[in-house]
Each structure stands twice: as structure tokens, then as C-alpha cells.
């Protein structure tokens, strides 16, 4: 079974509409992160979260909220879906001895319509 | 502030041609420094990471990459290219012992003729 997963893996919405992606991991890790994928602009982070009461506005996070329920949980929600947050989702991991590198899920590709 | 340049967004080599990626950064310290593949429809797939020791770092796949502090880069090569590895492929820089967060190149897309 795969160390980080993401529910939906594809999502159609409208615009206005509240979604949520979900992210789990099984590698114990403490630290979450949630990026998006543009073409053209690599990954950007969202929003990340050191432990399950410490969260952190990322990069581009004017749009997005998070909740992290516990510590391998870290959803991301969007209250009122727009067009231009039609992008592919990342969800990513790293925790201890050394936090030197992410783990990353498969992805959630979402299209607001 | 850091960063990482990728300056080829698209590069297209024959099949059994070398390739190499250019990758350089901006940080305050010696960073973590890494190489992702991404293949059409897929997630991000570890080449390879450089965290201290030799600079010549192997990756999965035939990839190696150099670690040039004087450059501050960190390019990507293979010998001899395959159809296979027509892909997407990122460079990423973290910082040593905070786990803060992780920078990503804008990535170079990579094309194989045959």
C-alpha cells in the first residue's frame, strides 16, 4: 500500500462550490505539506503543517484553507471553487530523524468548471 | 530568498543522445538538493538527492547529477537517452534540519526523437 495517499485522485466541480482533498500517510511522519501544480510553474506550496496544532500559510494560500484532524491527516479545502484553481494537487510528507526529504502522494487532479 | 532556476522549460534530444538538465539555486547555506521525474498523467518519481559527501550523486534510471558549490548548481545528465524518459523533470532545494520547506524549479519538460 502506498506511504501517502490522496482522496479524490480526479475531481469535477463548479465554480462556487466547496470541495475538500484529503491526504493520508502511514510513515509517521509529522510534517505535511499541500502544493499545486501549474503548467509552466513547477510546485507551489500551499500550505504546510509541523504538527497537528501548527499550521502555516504557504506561498499561494489566499483561497485555500486546512485542517489537519490529525497527524496523518492534512486536508485541503476550497470554500468557493474558482476557474483558476484548476491545477493538479500534491500532498507531501517528511518527519524525523532528519526531515531531509518530502514524500510525495500520487495527486488530485481538480477542474473547476 | 531562496530559489531554483530551471533556465530550459523544453528540451528535445534523439534517442541514444546524452542529456544534460541545468539546475541552479539560491540559498543561504549547502541545501538538500533533489531531482524529481514526472511522467504524463503520473506523480513525482525521486531520481535522485544530494545531501553532503561525494558531489557525483547516481540516481535510479541511469541519472546522475554533480553538486557545484562554486556554480551553485546541480545538473541533472544521462549518458544515453531513452524513449522512456520523455517526461517532465523538477529540481527541488530544502533546507538542512528544519524540514521548512521545499523549493521547486518551474521544471524542464524533456522530448525524445527517435
Known amino acids: 500500500d502506498a506511504d501517502v495517499t490522496q482522496t479524490p485522485r480526479n475531481r469535477i466541480t463548479k465554480t462556487g462550490k466547496r470541495i475538500m482533498l484529503e491526504c493520508s500517510q502511514t510513515?509517521?511522519?509529522?510534517?505535511m505539506y499541500w502544493y499545486r501544480q501549474d503548467p509552466g510553474l513547477g510546485l507551489r506550496l500551499i500550505y504546510y503543517?509541523?504538527?497537528?496544532?501548527?499550521?502555516n500559510k504557504g506561498e499561494i494560500s489566499d483561497g485555500y484553507s486546512v485542517s489537519r484532524q490529525a497527524q496523518a491527516k492534512f486536508s485541503l479545502s476550497l470554500e468557493s471553487a474558482i476557474p483558476n484553481q484548476t491545477a493538479l494537487y500534491f500532498c507531501?510528507?517528511?518527519?524525523?530523524?532528519?526531515?531531509?526529504?518530502?514524500?510525495f502522494g500520487p495527486g488530485t487532479r481538480l477542474t473547476v468548471l | 530568498a531562496q530559489s531554483v532556476t530551471q533556465p530550459d522549460i523544453h528540451i528535445t534530444v534523439s534517442e541514444g543522445a546524452s542529456l544534460e538538465l541545468r539546475c541552479n539555486y539560491s540559498y543561504g547555506a549547502t541545501p538538500y538538493l533533489f531531482w524529481y521525474v514526472q511522467s504524463p498523467g503520473q506523480g513525482l518519481q525521486l531520481l535522485l538527492k544530494y545531501f553532503s559527501g561525494d558531489t557525483l550523486v547516481q540516481g535510479i534510471k541511469g541519472f546522475e547529477a554533480e553538486f557545484k558549490r562554486s556554480q551553485s548548481s546541480f545538473n541533472l545528465r544521462k549518458p544515453s537517452v531513452h524513449w522512456s524518459d520523455a517526461a517532465e523533470y523538477f529540481c527541488a532545494v530544502g533546507a538542512r534540519n528544519t524540514g521548512n520547506q521545499f523549493y521547486f524549479g518551474t521544471g524542464t519538460s524533456l522530448t525524445v526523437i527517435p
Open positions: 507531501a510528507t517528511t518527519g524525523a530523524p532528519s526531515y531531509n526529504e518530502q514524500f
Open positions: 510513515k509517521g511522519h509529522d510534517r
Open positions: 503543517s509541523f504538527d497537528v496544532k501548527d499550521i
